[in-house]
């Protein structure tokens, strides 16, 4: 088992750039979701997904979009990138028990 | 409004020497506490799940304790291989991490 993976492991965007990260999880697990951790901060909650077809936000939202296709992928997307967005992103999945296990992490710096 | 808090942000500790690291929440409804390790440039690492006060894991050097109020994680006789930082996340309807603490332990 790979558990979460993430890519890419780091990535330089331009103001106003998109892209996408990718999460891929092979758990089987039904519960996704992303993170962002900054300095002095705990980790936030940006979006989630129950299942595949179902997500819903998180308490810093503004700036992301996800979708569930899959039970297996579960892709966060920066539509205009701002300075602000520059931070370490955590995927992470669970399955029935409440325990989260967390990918690698994706360092965005957004200039 | 549910808010966990870590102390303190940092300990240095020689080799050897016994110390814990605090976690105070303040949430209704608590359905779990978390415990993860988090290494440089790597993703958090799960390490115990604690239910109910009173409740204690043990795993290697580490054992983590829980309150109705409060969780500790003890670390016995640490070893620089401990050196990371610690996160503490309580669990109600949604995960609230704290800040965590970042140990250094020195040889």
């Known amino acids: 088992n790979a558990g979460v993976t993430q890519t890419p492991k780091f990535q330089v965007l331009k103001t106003g750039q998109s892209m996408t990260l990718q999460c891929a999880q092979d758990?089987?697990?039904?519960?996704m979701s992303w993170y962002r951790q900054d300095p002095g901060m705990g980790l936030r909650l940006i979006h989630y997904?129950?299942?595949?077809?179902?997500?819903d936000q998180g308490e810093v939202p503004n700036g992301y979009n996800v979708s569930r296709s899959t039970t297996e992928d579960f892709p966060l997307r920066l539509l205009s990138a701002a300075p602000s967005q520059t931070s370490v992103y955590f995927c992470a999945s669970r399955g029935s028990q409440e325990t989260q296990y967390f990918g690698p992490g994706t360092r965005l710096l957004v200039l | 409004e549910d808010q966990v808090t870590q102390s303190p942000e940092a300990l240095r500790l020689q080799e050897g020497e016994s110390s814990s690291l605090n976690c105070s929440y303040t949430v209704s409804g608590l359905r779990g506490l978390f415990w993860y390790r988090q290494d440089p440039g790597k993703g958090p690492e799960f390490l115990f799940t604690?239910?109910?006060a009173g409740e204690e894991k043990e795993k290697e050097r580490l054992k983590a304790t829980l309150t109705k109020k409060e969780s500790f994680l003890h670390i016995t006789a640490p070893k620089p291989e401990d050196s990371a930082t610690y996160l503490c996340?309580?669990?109600?309807?949604?995960?609230?991490f704290g800040t965590g603490t970042r140990l250094q332990v020195f040889p």
């Open positions: 758990m089987n697990h039904e519960y």
């Open positions: 997904s129950v299942g595949a077809g179902i997500t």
């Open positions: 604690l239910y109910s």
């Open positions: 996340a309580v669990y109600t309807d949604k995960l609230i």
